[in-house]
């Protein structure tokens, strides 16, 4: 078994041949701008055999056309996560970092950790994710603006300030507007500007949010059902996993999440700490979950009553509280998963 080690850059791929024990075999650079580039990296590893495995660095931003390519050519490619690629890089006997470094790193990690998950293509996941950080720009775009804002009508009307987290709504817009009527000044004329800006931005982001409504109550049926989980969070979800098949189980998506407490040993007593690692994306929304339920589920806050009973702070209830919840969200994205594929089995042609 071959495994290839790919070190994935905006121009160019640089890729490593090593065998079974991690011995190099070979390597190759060529540009990254099309399809025939990528598949002169296939032709280029057949002398090596066609029993064989690409590893690619988890940047899907900067490897997503490669692995269409490749996986459009039938070739099998692992996703390598980058820290364990920088652990591979340590123990080389070869210093510094350069491309060929950085490619032979990758496979070598990859031959270290044999249950990388597999890539694979997913049109659905991608678009939301595209639609989710489209909409968060916008949603940042419009902050800044509604900042400047405030500030404006601190110097233009002292007296009156913007409703606080108000310029979201038409309605505040409108009587902010109202209050620059026969203002002509230029800090005027730009705090109008800037109102109609928010405006447009608010728009964009109502359509925007509407759309990931609308696809996310198939695509996420069970996840919506989770309560607390609305159309951004579910959205969100399913942005950020990118597939829950890849996961080997509740415990492994847990730790991807950071929800998984870290075990501290001291002698022989066993404690646990918070983990700070993992999607910080998905703990937020996994976080913000929870503490709509402490507030309104009754079943959570049955649960955490029992926690903090047991000795538990509010933070440490939460926490275990958030952990449960991460377990319920991979049950929910499987059977959206197995409802999909279902679904998708119903609708094939039938063989002529």
């Not at 987290?165 to 209050?179: I, P, Q, S, V, Y």
Request: aromatic content about 4%; hydrophobic content about 40%; charged content about 30%.
């Amino acid at each position: 078994m071959i495994t290839l080690g790919i070190d994935a850059h905006k121009r160019t791929h640089t890729v490593v041949a090593v065998d079974e024990l991690g011995r190099q075999l070979g390597t190759k650079t060529t540009r990254a701008t099309t399809t025939k580039d990528h598949l002169g990296i296939v032709e280029w590893a057949d002398q090596f055999g066609i029993d064989r495995t690409w590893a690619v660095e988890d940047c899907r931003h900067l490897s997503r056309r490669l692995e269409r390519d490749m996986l459009a050519a039938g070739e099998r490619i692992v996703r390598v996560p980058p820290k364990l690629m920088a652990h591979a890089r340590d123990s080389a006997r070869t210093y510094g970092k350069s491309d060929p470094i950085d490619a032979l790193a990758v496979a070598r990690a990859a031959l270290r950790e044999p249950g990388l998950p597999t890539a694979f293509l997913d049109e659905e996941s991608r678009e939301i994710r595209l639609l989710v950080d489209h909409r968060e720009d916008l949603v940042a775009e419009r902050t800044r603006h509604i900042n400047r804002v405030r500030w404006h009508f601190h110097e233009i009307d002292p007296g009156w300030a913007p409703k606080e987290r108000g310029l979201t709504a038409f309605k505040n817009l409108d009587l902010a507007e109202e209050r620059l009527c026969g203002n002509d000044t230029t800090l005027g004329r730009i705090t109008r500007d800037l109102i109609g800006r928010i405006r447009e931005l608010t728009t964009e982001i109502n359509k925007l949010a509407s759309e990931l409504d609308e696809r996310t109550s198939d695509s996420a049926a069970h996840v919506r059902a989770i309560p607390g989980v609305a159309a951004l969070s579910a959205a969100k979800f399913i942005a950020e996993v990118a597939g829950i098949g890849r996961f080997k189980s509740k415990a492994a998506f847990a730790r991807h999440n950071g929800t998984a407490p870290l075990p501290v040993w001291s002698g022989s007593h066993e404690r646990h700490r918070l983990s700070r690692t993992g999607n910080r994306q998905l703990n937020a929304a996994i976080h913000r979950i929870a503490l709509t339920q402490a507030r309104h589920h009754p079943d959570a806050i049955a649960y955490l009553e029992r926690r903090t009973t047991a000795g538990d702070t509010g933070k440490e209830a939460i926490r275990a509280l958030k952990r449960r919840l991460s377990d319920v969200v991979h049950r929910a994205m499987t059977a959206d998963l197995a409802a999909a594929s279902t679904q998708a089995s119903t609708h094939e042609p039938l063989a002529a």
